[in-house]
């Protein structure tokens, strides 16, 4: 009867372990998809300021002569939809990010679900 305790309290030592490396794996996941947003929301950022500054040096260049306007007005625009571009997958990896912990809570209710005493009629 000690060894059948010894080995079920091993047993369930085991299997929180696994969970615990789980919920390890799934902290660090977290922790490199925030880094990657604050990355993504750098540059969006950055390219928005430039895309500003461009646009102010576009409406100052408009009241003197011409043809500058042709390329300040083509590098405000590819730095405005380099921004929109970059804000749309800021937004998409915001939104569209996978719940916390996800499998560490599935993994749990499943042993939970194990460790429940099965019903007679089952």
């Known amino acids: 009867m000690l060894e059948s305790l010894r080995s079920s309290l091993a047993l369930l030592l085991d299997a929180g372990a696994t969970r615990i490396e789980l919920a390890a794996t799934e902290f660090e996941e977290e922790r490199l998809r925030l880094i ?11 390219l928005l300021g430039i895309t500003v500054m461009l646009l ?20 405000t625009v590819t730095s405005a939809l380099a921004t929109l571009v970059s804000a749309k997958r800021w937004h998409e990896r915001l939104v569209n990010r996978p719940a916390f912990m996800a499998a560490t809570v599935a993994e749990l209710q499943r042993d939970a ?10």
């Not at 990657?36 to 540059?43: C, Q, V």
């Not at 102010?56 to 590098?75: E, K, N, P, Y």
């Not at 679900?113 to 089952?122: G, H, K, T, V």
Request: glycine share 4%; hydrophobic share 60%; no cysteine.
């Open 36 to 46: 990657g947003l604050l990355f993504s929301t750098l540059a969006t950022l950055m």
């Open 56 to 75: 102010a040096t576009f409406v100052i260049v408009l009241l003197w002569d011409s043809h500058r306007l042709l390329a300040i007005g083509a590098i």
């Open 113 to 122: 679900d194990l460790l429940r005493p099965q019903s007679a009629n089952e």
